[in-house]
């Protein structure tokens, strides 16, 4: 990364170092101007960064681990390409909007992850297999577990820079690693490549693939496998592709049954919502309570509406920036959504104009007359959420097409249908928010059980 | 055996004929009743001016209306002007691809034939292509031009043709009906036949689309043989990025010819790369007066200044043929043309964009 005046570049990274191509994309801040210039490559760059990976080997694994390690280090107090930490959160916060909390709370998450990075991915391993066929559980017979490929690709999200943490693991496991980054949000992608370069991982080892639209396909098609961050339609594209892991939107919901005081888990529905900026898969979409909900969307909105309106960049800000037109494109789009709903916040819309060209996106709190109500499935990238009647006649299908449910509830029964229910990817019990998550917890199911098999060897 | 005294129109293509009298000269033949086409005779007849009085100059095309989809179910021999008599000697009906609808169809007499083919061979000399060398041409075949007129290229400079089979169509369909996976199965099939000459026989120019080049860049072993027996690659086609010549010609295939052609079955004809030391710059310019391109707003269809972009007009008149104001698929950048040549060149060639609606889409990422 070198600025020349005060345009930042963002040089692709591929297996000959930094490549500065001739089709640049200019990444405007929120207010418009430009930012910086990203390399976007042609599909022929793809296609050969991808054979350059395939053909390197893996680092050994103590030097992955402290490569990772490292890498974690500086990208969350070091200076990276020119960047230090702050210049880095600045720069994330102008050009996505994303306000300073969430860069915050990625690089605590960074830290975290990073130091612990091989425990994780041993928490996924299967009880049955072991980590090298030199183990001598080998000798009567037992499962390796191995990479089903050599090449990860991933297209990267731009709502949050703590998703980037997530594909690191391949990392670990020796995958060679290809990011896509969103022109959202393509600062934290090049920090990651330029941290894991500097750390010791090779240019034909880790690549960091700006392109557009078009291009974007040949990423994934040039890996063995490819994680891919998208909306529905995204879901649909390769869900029928044993190669690709589309992560969809999260939906994520709270439940709160008859049995559980909804006031003393108050706070934690709050931050649900509102932590990271509420732009993240897992704050909460939807809000189920058992009994009359209007109780607790009237606290909710009393408790969100003092959330401060600010630039994105100001160290207390904690909801999301947008330029206005953008701004006023999704609330347009909310009343449209919300109308037949009851409001509590937000009703008459949530741009609140900073009057530089950018608006902050206010929370929304609206009350639905049904568990099935469509709305509930509606997530919006800032503190959006609906609350809806629950009952035990409602049963679960409301609750599914969900990353994470937290359940306050006294009943055993509902939490084994829960638990059972394919379509809750995670379930919390009790007063957990929906966004928390540690090392070694899977997220959306182990990643590794989709980068790893286990084979048969014998001695 | 032509059989009018305008000789204007048989003017080698780098002679430059005065526009003026080349223009009038083809009004006379493709409206007077004993040289004019069918088509073209029954077609003046509702035009609301006289082409033999109005149309003067290279300008003046623009007052025809845009009659490529007239093209698509009209009787073919009622394309071919009768001035060539009982037995014209027609090269062949050659189609479009089919991207926008059913296909159309145009005829190329064997005299426009061999004038574009001595141009474009001309062309080939001045980028520095080798002749006496054999041709491997991954072009589309069929009804289309390419197939037909690339072989013969070969022959024509003293080598042998070999070609493989291209049917763009159903690559079309296969992309367009979502079967992408399909599509590159397709390309695979053809880059598997292509290896096969590759491997076994002397091969000094490969002729060949954008996409199936990249493809071929990105196999190791082909590359390796295109990099040790070919001298020249041609690719034809539209479009192909800057960064992406760039990359072939300084990674993939350093020190081998890399030559742009932009030509298509409607222009019936390929114009190559403007000769440039500058690797950036891709610079096509038209075989004036035959061939006329003119960049022009989408809606207005006026004129777009130089260093804009529009959407192309391409102008075909000659002996064989006359299809004015043709409105292309492709945007380019206007460019001013070499000197003497009429109208404008065309920079950066691409199809024309579509541009995505309004829609919030739902989610976070």
């Known amino acids: ?459 | 055996m032509v059989d009018d005294l305008d000789t204007v129109l048989d003017t080698p293509i780098g002679d430059s004929p005065d526009p003026g009298e080349f223009i009038r000269a083809a009004m006379r033949w493709h409206f007077a009743p004993g040289t004019g086409s069918p088509f073209w005779l029954a077609r003046a007849r509702t035009l609301d001016f006289d082409p033999l009085t109005d149309v003067k100059t290279v300008d003046d095309l623009a007052l025809f209306p845009n009659v490529c989809d007239e093209l698509r179910d009209v009787r073919a021999e009622d394309l071919v002007p009768r001035g060539y008599g009982e037995n014209p000697d027609v090269c062949g009906f050659f189609e479009s691809g089919g991207t926008t609808g059913r296909p159309k169809r145009v005829v190329v007499l064997r005299d426009w034939f061999v004038r574009s083919q001595e141009w474009i061979s001309r062309s080939l000399d001045a980028h520095g292509v080798p002749r006496g060398v054999n041709w491997l041409t991954l072009l589309p075949s069929g009804p289309h031009m390419a197939g037909y007129a690339y072989p013969q290229l070969a022959r024509d400079r003293g080598g042998h043709g070999f070609s493989i089979d291209m049917d763009p169509r159903w690559a079309k369909r296969l992309v367009s009906s979502g079967r992408a996976e399909d599509a590159r199965a397709y390309a695979d099939h053809l880059l598997g036949q292509a290896r096969y000459l590759l491997r076994s026989q002397d091969v000094g120019l490969l002729a060949i689309t954008p996409p199936v080049l990249e493809r071929l860049a990105a196999d190791d072993e082909l590359t390796d043989l295109v990099r040790k027996k070919v001298k020249a690659i041609i690719w034809v086609g539209t479009h192909m990025d800057a960064s992406t010549r760039d990359l072939l010609g300084s990674e993939v295939f350093p020190g081998l010819a890399l030559i742009g052609f932009f030509g298509s079955t409607m222009m019936m004809h390929s114009c190559s790369q403007r000769v440039t030391e500058d690797a950036g710059e891709l610079v096509f310019d038209p075989p004036s007066p035959y061939i006329t391109f003119r960049v022009v707003a989408p809606d207005s269809r006026k004129q777009v200044d130089h260093g804009a972009r529009g959407q192309v007009v391409v102008s075909h008149v000659s002996r064989s043929f006359l299809l004015p104001n043709n409105l292309d698929r492709d945007e380019a950048t206007r460019v001013p043309g070499l000197p003497g040549q009429v109208g404008d060149s065309l920079a950066d060639v691409t199809p024309v964009q579509v541009f995505d609606g309004e829609a919030v889409i739902e989610g976070v990422y």
């Open chain 1, 1 to 459: 990364m070198s600025g020349t005046s005060d345009i930042v570049r963002l040089d692709a990274l591929g297996p000959g170092g930094a490549y500065r191509s001739r089709n640049i994309q200019t990444v405007n801040d929120i207010r418009g101007e430009p930012f910086a210039e990203l390399s976007l490559v042609p599909p022929l760059f793809v296609a050969r960064t991808m054979s350059a990976l395939r053909k390197a080997d893996p680092l050994t694994l103590e030097q992955r681990l402290d490569a990772v390690a490292r890498a974690g280090r500086a990208f969350a107090t070091g200076t990276v390409g020119g960047l230090s930490a702050e210049d880095y959160q600045h720069a994330v916060c102008r050009v996505s909007g994303l306000p300073w909390v969430t860069t915050e709370k990625a690089i605590e998450h960074t830290l975290r992850y990073t130091e612990r990075a091989y425990l994780s991915s041993q928490q996924a391993r299967p009880a049955g297999a072991v980590n090298d066929w030199r183990h001598p559980r080998t000798r009567n017979g037992s499962g390796v577990w191995v990479r089903r490929g050599e090449v990860f690709a991933v297209h990267a999200p731009g709502n949050t820079p703590s998703a980037h943490t997530l594909w690191l693991q391949s990392l670990v496991l020796g995958y060679r690693v290809a990011v896509r980054p969103s022109s959202r949000e393509p600062f934290s992608p090049h920090r990651w490549i330029t941290a894991l370069r500097d750390a010791g991982f090779g240019a034909d080892q880790v690549a960091l693939l700006p392109t557009d639209h078009a291009t974007a396909d040949e990423v994934v098609r040039g890996a063995d496998l490819a994680m891919v961050y998208g909306d529905d339609e995204v879901v649909r594209k390769y869900s029928s592709m044993a190669t690709v892991l589309p992560q969809g939107p999260g939906r994520s919901k709270f439940l709160i049954t008859k049995d559980a005081d909804w006031t003393s888990h108050l706070d934690t529905v709050v931050s649900s919502v509102s932590a990271h900026g509420g732009a993240a898969c897992v704050n909460t979409t939807a809000v189920f309570v058992e009994g009359d909900p209007a109780p607790l969307a009237r606290a909710l909105a009393e408790r969100l509406s003092v959330l401060p309106s600010l630039p994105p960049q100001d160290p207390k800000a904690v909801l999301p920036v947008q330029p206005l037109d953008s701004a006023r494109r999704i609330e347009r789009h909310l009343l449209a959504t919300a109308a037949g709903t009851t409001p509590w916040l937000g009703g008459d819309g949530i741009v609140d104009d900073l009057g530089d060209g950018t608006a902050v996106l206010r929370p929304a709190v609206h009350q639905v007359s049904r568990p099935d109500a469509p709305q509930t499935g509606v997530e919006l990238p800032f503190p959006c959420v609906w609350v809806a009647p629950w009952s035990p006649e409602a049963g679960v299908g409301p609750l599914k097409d969900t990353v994470v449910l937290t359940a306050v509830t006294d009943d055993e029964t509902l939490v084994d249908r829960l638990v059972n229910e394919p379509g809750i990817a995670n379930l919390y019990l009790g007063d957990h928010p929906t966004h928390w998550l540690a090392p070694g917890v899977p997220h959306d199911d182990y990643l590794e059980s989709f980068l790893m098999r286990t084979k048969a060897c014998v001695r």
